[in-house]
């Protein structure tokens, strides 16, 4: 299985970008997939996770109500919807499958290679 995250750039502040994440090589069915994201010098963190086959989906606080993870399994894409950007949303962006419960209870099994965002103020 392989993931392909794209779509990142330079954005304003207040802009809104949409980022993706192909995945080639097999079916996910069971899985849950994430989004997460590493600013230099900090550490990988959750930012948002849906479950492959629908459902539920789990964000950090401090993207709630402006980001929005979706998947289309037609076309094997997991999706970020980012809204009302600030420069702390500055990061790189990695796509992840495996099992993720929370940001301290997770296990995953592949990662994607980042795609970059940085949001000038």
């Known amino acids: 299985v392989q993931l392909q995250a794209s779509g990142g750039g330079l954005v304003h502040a207040g802009d809104s970008l949409r980022i993706s994440c192909t995945v080639t090589?097999?079916?996910?069915?069971?899985?849950?997939m994430g989004w997460f994201r590493q600013a230099p010098g900090t550490e990988r963190t959750l930012v948002g996770r849906?479950?492959?086959?629908?459902?539920?989906?789990l964000y950090a606080d401090s993207v709630k109500g402006r980001f929005t993870i979706s998947r289309d399994s037609a076309k094997n894409t997991l999706y970020l919807q980012m809204n009302s950007l600030k420069p702390e949303d500055t990061a790189v962006y990695y796509c992840?499958?495996?099992?993720?419960?929370?940001?301290?209870?997770?296990?995953?099994?592949?990662w994607g290679q980042g795609t970059e965002l940085t949001v000038s103020s």
């Open positions: 849906i479950p492959w086959s629908g459902g539920k989906t």
């Open positions: 992840a499958e495996g099992l993720i419960v929370s940001d301290q209870a997770k296990e995953i099994h592949y």
């Open positions: 090589g097999g079916t996910l069915s069971t899985s849950d």
